[in-house]
């Protein structure tokens, strides 16, 4: 019986890895929970799944409500720290949205604990912290992501020198073969209707913008140990294909499987066993078909271009396109910039912070701090970028 800690348990991830363990009583019991502000969710997830300790982060969210149901309920950062590091916590699942949650990835990871990462924000702005932290502590770094789910199934066996690339597959989101005429007049409902994925707002957008595939090949650069020169990406709308793993000696390997985050949850918890699920679904290739591949249009997708340039050039440039991405996705959210005006924050802030050595997690918090000052300035000055 492994027990499991579930950080942004009210999120798109928290809630289908509960659904996963609710399934596996046998294997899987959830001793924690935590979300910033959701009291009244969490409270319902408390009930249903018998959790003995809640973090809810924000300490007016938590007052708000009276009738809570029976747990150790406790609230501040500092709660987070102490769920991820208990001993009793054999897995602690990583699912908060943001930077925010790079904290508690290292915590765990110093604290030699396997950490399922649905939170790739942490892993892209202190990338070498992170790898630093899991040899450190001994922790176990299993990403929860389908595409690097997929390559971790496809390395199993083989050593990194036989690796001659790896390719990422993206959806392409709901704006695939868009002109940019067309992109100028997409707001946040057509941006929020995903084809494939149903997931959360700010990730959502990210796809659609494709700046979480830049986000994803980073992770794969610290993840796997690859140089940014042998990670490729494809748009493959079907979203059946996960990522492909290209060996030395010219083989092929991919994953494939319905586009379902519970299936890379389930493998991250039983990693490297697998377990029968009961709601399995038998893969049909001929249903399936046709599979098709495109090239990912730099040109109209900008973001995509500028998060792989951040991490090529590396220390603490991933963080400062990720901070003012995060400020973009809110101010087109809120309709203060337009959609093809997101990269144009992003850009702006990528020029103006210096690059520094990531050395310490101060260092990722100042150029995080600093890039999100410059982004909210580009988007509040003149001219006005508001969408009406």
Sequence with gaps: MKNIAVLGSTGSVGRATLSVIARHADLFRVVALCAHRSTEAVAAQVLEHGVPVA??????????????????????????????????????VNAIVGAAGLEATLSALLAGKRLALANKESLV????????????????L???????????????????????????????????????????????????????????????????????????????????GVDYDKIDTVVHPESIVHSFVEFTDGSVLSQLGFPTMELPILYALSHPGRVADPILRTFDPVQSSPLTFEEVDRDRFKLFALGVGAGVRGGTVPAVFNAANEVAVGAFLSREVRFLEMADVVAHALEVVPRRNVVTVNDVLQADSAARHAAREFVSSPPSMACG
């Excluded at 007016?60 to 987070?80: F, K, M, Q, S």
């Excluded at 070498?128 to 450190?136: C, G, I, K, R, S």
């Design 142 to 224: 299993i990403p929860i992501d389908s595409e690097h789910s997929a390559i971790l199934q496809c390395l199993r066996g083989h050593d990194s020198a036989s690796v001659a690339r790896v390719v990422l597959t993206a959806s392409g989101g709901p704006f695939r073969g868009f002109t940019d005429e067309e992109l100028q007049g997409v707001g946040p409902e057509e941006a929020l209707r995903h084809p494939t994925w149903k997931m959360g707002a700010k990730v959502t957008v990210d796809s659609a913008t494709l700046a979480n595939k830049a986000l994803e090949v980073i992770e794969a650069h610290y993840l796997f």
């Design 125 to 140: 702005a202190g990338g070498p912290l992170v790898m630093a932290a899991a040899e450190e502590g001994g922790g176990e």
């Design 55 to 92: 973090v809810i982060v924000d300490p007016d969210a938590l007052e708000e409500v009276d009738d809570l149901p029976t747990a150790e309920w406790r609230t501040g950062a500092e709660a987070v720290i102490e769920i991820v590091t208990d001993p009793n916590v054999d897995v602690v």
